[in-house]
């Protein structure tokens, strides 16, 4: 910051005129968290009422605070298998989509072949479309083979994987555009095939990206609704059993599942970012 | 492995998009057939016919106009919103927050982690007739005694708004993030005002971002049915309530199809006058 190109000021700027000055230096600052604090405050809501002790059985007003409900976060029927239900098809579609994904993006950045752009827009389609829609076609097929099909567990697995797919082209692509092509090209000079080149070099490099992807595909696989309630049948995931029980009063043991589920969270990305930056530091003390 | 792979070259990339895009065809593609094929039949579950029903899009168009209207016009009203509300907040994080970008940026996608259930239903809490944003708003006389915000159409559309802003500020970030400080520092040493340097460089810069982060809240918000559903009544039902409720609840699986095609119709349709506007190469990238 110079000072030299700041006019001289002639009078002393009247106090009307320094708040001005100073709201306009600090609007953008202030703008910014106000923003922040909107994003914050549902989420700042639903801890908060993870510690409500509601009397009766809505959970719209603070009356009280208690632990109880994070003690006895199962106390509610069906919430438990629905929690367990959610973790396993998000760990069984998430490994799947990410394998196929991977390799999905390899193809595309690494090879020359017929029929590139038809991939770019299969993969880019279920994207960019609405969740509704994607349910609902994978609904008509399931219902139309029911011979084949049972709504159900590997219904809702199906339609995850399906919609994890694209998101993990994406991150993944992004990442082999970046890194550098020639560790490679040099793997194979020194004699490496094609498969010890990608075990040795190529899957290291990627491993992170994966990681991101698989974490990304994690977090939408355990959020997703509108797919899933149309795929699932009888079975319920936590957004499923939350729907269903809105409809009636939501008790205080979905906030608490909710706010476990948001901590863990934070809790995964504040850890890689400790890892990141721990990592980019390893790797100046070895340039240095 | 490695030696067939190095003898059959020009298959490799086949056989690592093999599996993937079966999956997509198999599970994405084909099921679009099924929905057309849905679309073009008669009668109610279990009783459907295929009789070429074409006229179930125009009745389906008529019968449902209000909500598919209704729904360009939450998910456009929201999108300008989540732009507004996201843009000067990016900025900020781009230019100005320093080492507390990360945790400015932890702080965007923060919602995500919160189930969308569960933070739309946060706002039933947040705008409660007992809660403290209706108290303030009756205290100051923007609301009357007997008026609340719940169930309205204000409160659709700020749980839309809400709900798909990361998707509108990530995009808009990477692409601020990526607008070299030296070409803004040309800008002012050309004699550029502030508001000229934002104006000529920053926001061409950053449309990529708007574009994107367009796309990204518009398409999602116009097939919502959530926000409608719980933070509004049967007077702002969207499109997405209604095929929801064919589905799954009146078994009208024709009209739910026909109705799933016109939201996708209209949806590329208003990407096609989007892309006329912006030009072509920023939607593909």
């Known amino acids: ?288 | 492995m490695g030696g067939f792979l190095h003898r059959h070259k020009g298959l490799t990339p086949y056989l690592l998009l093999g599996p993937g895009l079966a999956w997509l065809a198999v599970f994405f593609l084909i099921p679009l057939g099924f929905l057309a094929y849905q679309s073009l039949q008669s009668g109610i579950y279990p009783n459907l016919e295929f009789t070429w029903a074409f006229s179930n899009f125009p009745d389906a168009i008529s019968d449902y106009r209000e909500q598919l209207v209704r729904s360009f016009l939450y998910a456009g009203i929201s999108t300008v919103l989540a732009l507004v509300l996201a843009y000067p907040l990016v900025y900020w994080i781009a230019f100005r927050a320093g080492p507390w970008r990360n945790l400015f940026l932890l702080f965007i996608v923060a919602p995500l982690f919160v189930t969308y259930l569960i933070r739309t239903l946060a706002w039933l809490n947040i705008l409660a007739d007992e809660g403290p944003v209706v108290g303030f708003l009756r205290g100051i006389h923007v609301l009357g005694e007997g008026e609340g915000l719940l169930f309205t159409t204000l409160a659709v559309v700020a749980g839309i708004t809400y709900n798909f802003f990361p998707f509108m500020a990530l995009p808009l970030y990477v692409s601020l993030e990526q607008i070299d400080a030296r070409l803004l520092e040309a800008a002012k040493d050309l004699y550029a005002s502030p508001v000229q340097a934002f104006l000529r460089v920053t926001l061409p810069l950053s449309a990529p971002g708007i574009v994107a982060g367009t796309l990204l809240t518009f398409i999602p918000a116009a097939g919502d049915f959530i926000n409608a559903e719980l933070l509004g009544t049967p007077k702002q039902q969207m499109v997405g309530n209604v095929i929801q409720a064919k589905f799954l609840e009146s078994l009208d699986y024709p009209t739910a199809a026909a109705l799933s095609f016109v939201l996708m119709a209209a949806i590329l349709a208003s990407l096609l006058v989007y892309a006329r506007i912006v030009g072509t190469e920023k939607l593909t990238g």
Do not use: C
């Open chain 1, 1 to 288: 910051m110079t000072t030299a190109a700041e006019p001289i000021p002639r009078a002393r700027p009247g106090t009307a005129t320094r708040a001005w000055a100073l709201v306009k230096r600090h609007a953008l600052t202030v703008y910014a968290l106000l923003v922040v604090g909107y994003l914050m405050l549902p989420i700042a809501v639903v801890i908060l009422f993870s510690f409500n002790d509601p009397r009766g059985r809505f959970n719209y007003v603070w009356q009280g605070f208690t632990i109880e409900h994070w003690l006895e976060w199962d106390a509610v029927l069906g919430i438990r298998d629905a929690v367990i239900t959610s973790l396993q098809i998000g760990l069984l579609s998430t490994v799947v989509a990410t394998a196929l994904g991977t390799l999905i993006a390899i193809a595309i950045v690494r090879h020359e072949y017929r029929g590139r752009a038809t991939t770019n827009v299969l993969v880019f389609l279920p994207m960019s479309t609405p969740e509704i829609v994607l349910g609902a076609s994978l609904l008509t097929l399931f219902l139309n083979l029911t011979s084949v099909f049972t709504l159900g567990f590997w219904t809702i697995f199906i339609a995850h994987v399906m919609f994890i797919i694209s998101f993990v082209v994406v991150t993944v692509k992004a990442r082999l555009i970046g890194f550098d092509r020639h560790l490679e090209e040099a793997a194979m000079d020194l004699g490496a095939n094609e498969w010890t080149t990608f075990r040795k070099v190529t899957f290291p490099l990627l491993a992170p990206a994966m990681l991101a992807a698989g974490l990304l595909g994690f977090a939408l696989s355990l959020d997703d609704f509108v797919i899933t309630y149309l795929n699932a049948g009888p079975e319920q995931t936590f957004p499923v059993f939350v729907w269903g029980i809105a409809r009636v009063a939501v008790p205080p043991q979905v906030n608490v599942v909710a706010s476990a589920i948001f901590l863990i969270a934070i809790a995964i990305a504040l850890g890689n970012a400790i890892w990141q930056i721990r990592a980019a530091r390893r790797q100046r003390e070895r340039t240095a």
